[in-house]
């Protein structure tokens, strides 16, 4: 290629075909468009038709961005048009300054944060339910005075307490019922770990004849008659003392423990609402904000002592230390609280039965509600939910109200409205625990969105109709 080229002035470099291709700096369409651009622009100036200025606003710019047609040199030295999303294409598109760099970071960080806020999130809420989950299976250890109570069972006279763990099996909506299976624990001092009742190597822990467990039954102090036993012997000698009793001697035992390290029993617990007066915290009303309460007494008898009572005295009840709950439910929190009935006093004197707790059971109180991770699910599907609608809304209006009929051009808004109309709805059935429709969040995030966008969607529809009339009308 010869230098004087280069050097030759931009008018002579337009009309040399010969210069242009031997150069290799231009392509010819490009250069062809320039050329006649200047031709109209001379005229135009020299006809007065136009004012510099004028020209200047209606002359593209001529510089190459990554929007126009790029160019690039064949083999034989001639201009051919690029190939869209070749290798070179993305190479140029990626170091084109009209995009910039910048933009491109931003954008990326942008992703990121984003992607990591929200696996942040999530951590964090699994992580309060490990917690969660671990608190409610905490023993209870503020009650130093159950050991040598009413709660010590005395089969051989061993000191110790009796604790049932329940574990979570499920929580049926339909029924508004948990179903835990439980099982028995003892502890011989209150800042001993629970161990595992009916472990046939562990003598403290085995009760042969087993402890009966009664469901939602009460019992009271009266007199009964045993016969004594010594070394394993009975005697016959009678006894009179007093002892608690079941108040219901045909009430038949819903398991019995002790006897084995498989015993165990299931109940179902029936739940009703919590709160009074709060739509917000009504069961299924207010999902996610619905808390749920279920309550169950436990009696226990000791079978050892009751078969040594005399006919009719047929159960020696004594009382259990607590409870504690193990695994979880999906889509839920349960915790619990409990009164024991049967925590002696200081002034307690088994001498004086006026100084005797007047019962001896206990009475749990199960709580359930939704967890923080499908909360935070339900609002953020409302808060999508009412986005979209507004969005929709705000477009509807600029294009109708305020009569940008570009906008009602093609089929963009119509088909976006139409898409909403049947999305919006389908978020709801992806939420968790989702009860049946008719929740004060269909009637918050759900319905009036879906009523905005079907509006929406007819006003569009009428308009392009319209405007379509008024154009045949004219033609």
């Given at each position: 290629m010869k230098m004087e080229s280069w050097r030759k002035p931009w008018s002579s470099l337009c009309t040399d075909k010969k210069a242009v291709h031997s150069s290799r700096l231009w392509?010819?369409?490009?250069?062809?468009?320039?050329?006649?651009?200047?031709?109209?622009?001379?005229?135009?100036?020299?006809?007065?038709?136009?004012?510099?200025?004028?020209?200047?606003?209606?002359?593209?710019?001529?510089?190459?961005?990554?929007?126009?047609?790029?160019?690039?040199?064949?083999?034989?030295?001639g201009a051919a048009p690029m190939r869209k999303y070749s290798a070179l294409w993305w190479k140029m598109a990626w170091n084109d300054p009209e995009t910039g760099m910048r933009r491109r970071i931003l954008y990326s960080v942008l992703g990121f944060i984003f992607i990591g806020a929200w696996i942040g999130a999530m951590l964090g809420l699994v992580h309060s339910e490990v917690e969660y989950e671990q608190e409610n299976g905490k023993v209870p250890r503020h009650r130093p005075g159950d050991i040598h109570g009413l709660n010590t069972p005395r089969s051989g006279y061993i000191d110790g307490t009796i604790l049932l763990q329940g574990s979570l099996v499920h929580f049926d909506i339909e029924k508004r019922a948990l179903m835990i299976t439980w099982s028995g624990l003892y502890r011989r001092d209150v800042h001993d770990d629970p161990r595992p009742l009916g472990n046939q190597l562990d003598k403290d822990t085995l009760y042969p004849q087993g402890i009966e467990i009664f469901r939602d039954i009460g019992s009271y102090l009266g007199d009964v008659t045993f016969r004594e036993w010594e070394n394993g012997v009975l005697l016959d000698t009678n006894t009179s003392t007093i002892s608690y009793r079941t108040d219901n001697v045909t009430a038949k035992p819903i398991g019995v423990i002790g006897a084995h390290m498989w015993d165990s029993f299931d109940t179902e617990i029936t739940f009703t609402q919590r709160y009074t007066g709060n739509a917000w915290r009504q069961p299924l009303l207010g999902y996610p904000f619905d808390q749920w309460e279920g309550k169950i007494v436990f009696v226990a008898n000791d079978r050892f002592i009751s078969d040594l009572f005399t006919p009719p005295d047929s159960t020696a009840v004594f009382g259990l230390s607590g409870i504690v709950l193990a695994d979880s439910t999906l889509n839920w929190r349960f915790n619990y609280e409990y009164k024991d009935e049967c925590e002696l006093s200081d002034t307690a004197d088994w001498g004086i039965p006026d100084s005797l707790p007047k019962s001896c059971h206990l009475e749990v109180t199960l709580i359930g509600k939704r967890p923080p991770l499908l909360i935070f699910c339900a609002v953020a599907a409302v808060f999508v939910n009412w986005t979209c609608a507004l969005f929709i809304f705000i477009l509807t209006c600029e294009a109708i109200i305020m009569r940008r009929s570009y906008m009602l051009k093609g089929t963009d808004i119509l088909s976006m409205c139409f898409t909403a109309l049947f999305a919006l709805p389908t978020i709801r059935s992806l939420l968790p625990g989702a009860p049946a429709y008719g929740a004060i969040i269909d009637l918050v995030g759900i319905l009036p969105c879906t009523l905005i966008v079907a509006s929406c969607a007819v006003c569009v529809s009428v308009a392009k109709l319209n405007k379509r009339h008024k154009a045949e009308k004219a033609e």
């Open positions: 392509a010819t369409p490009f250069l062809a468009f320039s050329s006649s651009l200047m031709a109209t622009n001379e005229i135009l100036y020299s006809s007065g038709g136009l004012s510099k200025r004028d020209v200047e606003s209606q002359t593209p710019d001529l510089k190459p961005s990554l929007h126009d047609e790029k160019i690039v040199e064949d083999e034989y030295g």
